[in-house]
T-cell receptor, first 114, second 113 residues
Framework: GAGVSQSPSNKVTEKGKDVELRCDPI?????LYWYRQSLGQGLEFLIY????????KSGLPSDRFSAERTGGSVSTLTIQRTQQEDSAVYLC????????????FGSGTRLTVV | KQEVTQIPAALSVPEGENLVLNCSFT??????LQWFRQDPGKGLTSLLL?????REQTSGRLNASLDKSSGRSTLYIAASQPGDSATYLC????????????FGQGTRLTINP
């Protein structure tokens, strides 16, 4: 597509429920990233996928968070047993990867855990 | 560990003024630096990307410079307009390892008509 698409744009869930957030990157972009932006905070790196390489999961805050990328394209970020502190905007970005690629971000998913 | 700092945290100026936003980073071994803007409740829009071999990039009224040796980048906005009001974020990518962005906290800019 023309840009990075994220869905849903807004999600309200009850504490303890599982949620899935979707990211559809720009066609041909081999690198995909998830970031989290909490209210009044900066952007926090979560996870990075590059082609067929093992993902860099170093930013995932707990084992309740997981992500997968199917067929080198669409990615799903799953949060299990959501907590109120998970409330944030979850941003996805993609890039061509390799040397010097700029990043294109989606509009984000605003997650509210009540 | 790479740390990125943006000064000031907030800036309010009258319309028409030229202004400079600052970004500094602790590790000069960066691969490139990217400036973004973020409107309230929105995602990030890329403004300028400066590759490691470059010293500046220009797009319209925006000019970004990069001085790796001093660990600094500046974003210059000429003839500011109310529509420029947003949060401006700079982010750096390390030369080695995973190419994840390290962001500053941003500068919240308000242009008053």
């Amino acid at each position: 597509g023309a840009g990075v698409s994220q869905s849903p744009s807004n999600k309200v869930t009850e504490k303890g429920k599982d949620v899935e957030l979707r990211c559809d990157p720009i066609s041909g972009h081999t690198a995909l990233y998830w970031y989290r932006q909490s209210l009044g905070q900066g952007l926090e790196f979560l996870i990075y996928f590059q082609g067929n390489s093992a993902p860099d999961k170093s930013g995932l805050p707990s084992d309740r968070f997981s992500a997968e990328r199917t067929g080198g394209s669409v990615s799903t970020l799953t949060i299990q047993r959501t907590q109120q502190e998970d409330s944030a905007v979850y941003l996805c970005a993609s890039s061509l990867g390799g040397a010097g690629g700029g990043y294109t971000f989606g509009s984000g998913t605003r997650l509210t855990v009540v | 560990k790479q740390e990125v700092t943006q000064i000031p945290a907030a800036l309010s100026v009258p319309e028409g003024e030229n202004l400079v936003l600052n970004c500094s980073f602790t590790d000069s071994a960066i691969y490139n630096l990217q400036w973004f803007r973020q409107d309230p409740g929105k995602g990030l829009t890329s403004l300028l990307l400066i590759q490691s071999s470059q010293r500046e990039q220009t797009s319209g009224r925006l000019n970004a410079s990069l001085d790796k040796s001093s660990g600094r980048s500046t974003l210059y906005i000429a003839a500011s307009q109310p529509g420029d009001s947003a949060t401006y974020l700079c982010a750096v990518i390390r030369s080695q390892g995973a190419q994840k962005l390290v962001f500053g906290q941003g500068t919240r800019l308000t242009i008053n008509p």
